[in-house]
């Protein structure tokens, strides 16, 4: 069945160092993948997103590309900030599917002044 | 700004009791979707409504579980009887009529303790 894998936490930066999360997944059409990011006390947002491959999606600094041929979905930050504490979610949706997500465990991510 | 309500934010309960969770979803939203996240996991797909219709519950534990939305506005997730495995946030998300795969807004979700 369709699946997503993230790289474990969690993952403590200082601020201004650089961030990945690394996202893989397995599915068997051809999906869309998104970030979505769960600060605390809040409920999930959409923070990105890239629906065909080799598109980049990118948002509040974030960037990730959609890698067909790895099935990677990496997310990238150039500097953090302690505002970017948070877990972050990456997902897959297959269009076909009813518009549902499929999520992989979250990466927690503290950044420190 | 529109926001998925949920209510209660927080319950605590004994196994073998009843509970119920509500969810408002934003006004439009035909979607409505009940997902499971259990401590140090990603969100699980419990049900998915359209409309007042169950389009999805194949993941939902139908033997103690039930869901609905019956004049297809807001909707209501029961568990009876609770069981220590239930403890875990439930999440409430909406989506337009006709939306892109992903594009769900969630609520701030019912974290359940089973004693």
């Known amino acids: 069945g369709d699946s997503v894998t993230q790289m474990e936490g969690p993952v403590t930066l200082s601020e201004e160092a650089f961030l990945t999360i690394n996202c893989t997944y397995t599915a068997t059409g051809y999906p869309s993948l998104f970030w979505y990011v769960q600060y605390p006390g809040e409920g999930l947002q959409l923070l990105l997103k890239a629906t065909k491959a080799d598109d980049k999606g990118s948002n509040k600094g974030f960037e990730a590309t959609y890698r067909k ?7 990238e930050k150039g500097s953090v900030q302690v505002s970017d504490s948070a877990v972050y979610f ?9 518009r549902q997500l499929t999520f992989g465990s979250g990466t927690q991510l503290t950044v420190l002044p | 700004e529109a926001e998925v309500a949920q ?44 409309d007042e219709s169950v ?3 194949s993941q939902l534990p139908k033997d103690r579980f039930s869901a609905e939305r019956l004049k297809g506005v807001d909707s209501t997730l029961k568990i009876q009887p609770a069981e220590l495995g239930d403890s875990a946030m439930y999440l ?10 992903g594009e769900l ?11």
Not at chain 1, 69 to 75: A, C, I, Q, V
Not at chain 1, 90 to 98: N, R
Request: charged residues 15%; aromatic residues 12%; contains cysteine.
């Open chain 1, 69 to 75: 041929e790895t099935t990677s979905f990496h997310l």
């Open chain 1, 90 to 98: 990456c997902a897959l949706g297959l269009s076909g599917s009813a």
């Open chain 2, 7 to 50: 209510s209660p934010r927080y319950k605590i309960t004994e196994k073998s009791q009843a509970v119920a969770f509500w969810c408002d979803p934003i006004s439009g939203h035909a979607t409505l979707y009940w997902y499971r996240q259990i401590l140090g996991q990603g969100p699980e797909l419990l049900v998915q409504f359209q």
């Open chain 2, 55 to 57: 389009v999805d519950d």
């Open chain 2, 92 to 101: 409430c998300a909406s989506s337009l009529p006709g939306a892109k795969a």
């Open chain 2, 105 to 115: 807004f969630f609520g701030e979700g019912s974290r359940l303790t089973v004693l």
